[in-house]
């Protein structure tokens, strides 16, 4: 099993990246995706998913009306569209796939950096 996760980078502030996470090895549209994240000295947090079946999306407060989750269940990719980028969306962005009998899978990290 294998999540890629790409497309972190550094930005500005206020400005946008997007996110893939490529899976292979699992079912992909048996799971539910999400994005996580864990800045320096912090816990690693929810910030978006997306279900299975009927791609219901949920948000962290602070993502929500700036960041879109979305999946390609022909790809087997799930996205993360980061809009208005603040210095504080700095972290390691982790995705994850989550099935309701399996248990969940994790990828690599890629970084986002935002400067002031």
């Known amino acids: 099993v294998q999540l890629q996760a790409s497309g972190g980078g550094l930005v500005q502030a206020g400005g946008s990246l997007r996110l893939s996470c490529v899976t292979s090895g699992i079912t992909f549209g048996d799971y539910a995706m999400g994005w996580f994240r864990q800045a320096p000295g912090k816990e690693r947090e929810f910030v978006a998913a997306?279900?299975?079946?009927?791609?219901?999306?949920y948000y962290t407060d602070s993502a929500k009306d700036r960041f879109t989750i979305s999946r390609d269940n022909d790809k087997n990719t799930v996205y993360l569209q980061m809009n208005s980028l603040k210095p504080e969306d700095t972290a390691v962005y982790y995705c994850?796939?989550?099935?309701?009998?399996?248990?969940?899978?994790w990828g690599q990290g890629t970084l986002v950096t935002v400067s002031s």
């Open positions: 994850n796939g989550r099935h309701r009998v399996l248990g969940d899978y």
């Open positions: 997306i279900s299975w079946g009927r791609d219901l999306t």
